[in-house]
């Protein structure tokens, strides 16, 4: 069978390592869909240099399939539209990542949901096959594939997501169709075996390697991996609900990442930088309660910077944990250097136009 190809410069741009924010979910006060803010998140994103944009993943809030809300596919078709808009009045390409996620029928019907929306990849989520076997996981990654290019990814269970072996991802790689892999287990161990499931299945070369470890961000995008076997792996890029925020020092940072990997040695600035950040993201992904208030913490940033009307998500009962508003408050007084504000405030009045 002959499987959807992604287009060259899709390719060569997740190779060569992009920005690639997890895109919010704005309500209104009523929790209804804003689709103004909506549209200025996007824009937003774009004029911050993202060079790519996931929709419909957790940060987006999984439940907009719900029947009562029924907005996945209002939610991917607004963020294509915008991005379209905003890639042929800048002339350049935005990577679009739809959220894949369900049993294998429905995982199936949103993949070529996304891909009729234009959307050049699928990250698939695992989280609702917590009992399958590796070979039930890796047929469920076939039958995917088959409809869209993949972005694999490892969630890290505390929200949601499994324990998946090295084995698994030797397999996963060898699908002729993954084209890159988000790596967020939050554990180094578990890290470590997607690399190894890399090197194994013979594909290094052809798999783009993004962090998703929202807690070692800047460590990732430091660090390469030499195997045993004379492989060099490394991070290219991110694809992170951290990078929803303060995006444009999020671009900034990866290049300055790259300017760090230049130098014959790491500078101290680098590893100061990594702790600051890992800082700031246990504050808005609200580490302290077991990541309770993690997109609440998202909005509130963006609701603080007027990019959004509310904080709410479709959950009533998801809110900033105690104490969460002002430990945001602080690591945004203590780290100026990596929020955008200014940036921000320059240009809402047309993003929300």
Known sequence: ????????????????????????LALDANRRFDERSQRALTRYYHAAGAG?????????????????HNLLRPVLELAAE????????????????????????????????ARDLGYHLGLLSLAALPGATDEELIDHARAVAAEIPLFGFYLQPSVGGRILSRSFWREFCAIENVMAIKVA????????????????????????????NDDTIIYDLLTDY?????????????????????????????????????????????????????????????AAHNYAGCIPGIHYVLYKQGLIESINTLDPSELLSPGQREEIERVIAAYPHLVDDDFVRDHLEEWRS
């Not at 991005?83 to 019907?109: F, H, K, M, P």
């Not at 925020?245 to 760090?260: D, M, N, P, S, Y």
Request: glycine share 10%; aromatic share 6%.
């Open 1 to 24: 069978m002959s499987l959807p190809q992604p287009l060259l410069w899709v390719t060569e741009y997740l190779q060569s390592g992009v920005t690639i924010p997890a895109h919010p």
């Open 52 to 68: 790519g944009l996931a929709v419909g993943v957790h940060t987006t809030q999984f439940a907009i399939r719900n029947p009562e």
């Open 82 to 113: 915008t991005a379209r808009v905003e890639d042929e009045r800048a002339g350049r390409s935005t990577i679009l990542v739809a959220g894949i996620l369900g049993n294998t029928q429905q995982a199936v019907a949103e993949a070529k949901l």
């Open 185 to 212: 287990p939050f554990n180094r161990y578990g890290t470590l075996d997607v690399l190894r499931g890399v090197v194994e299945s013979g594909r290094a070369e052809e798999v783009a390697l993004y962090t998703g």
């Open 226 to 286: 030499q195997s045993i076997e004379g492989i060099c792996l490394k991070f290219v890029g991110g694809l992170l609900g951290h990078w929803a925020v303060w995006t444009k020092g999020a671009v900034e940072l990866l290049a300055k990442v790259r300017e760090w990997k230049g130098s014959k040695v790491i500078p101290r600035e680098a590893l100061q930088t990594a702790l600051h950040v890992t800082e700031m993201n246990g504050a808005i992904f609200d």
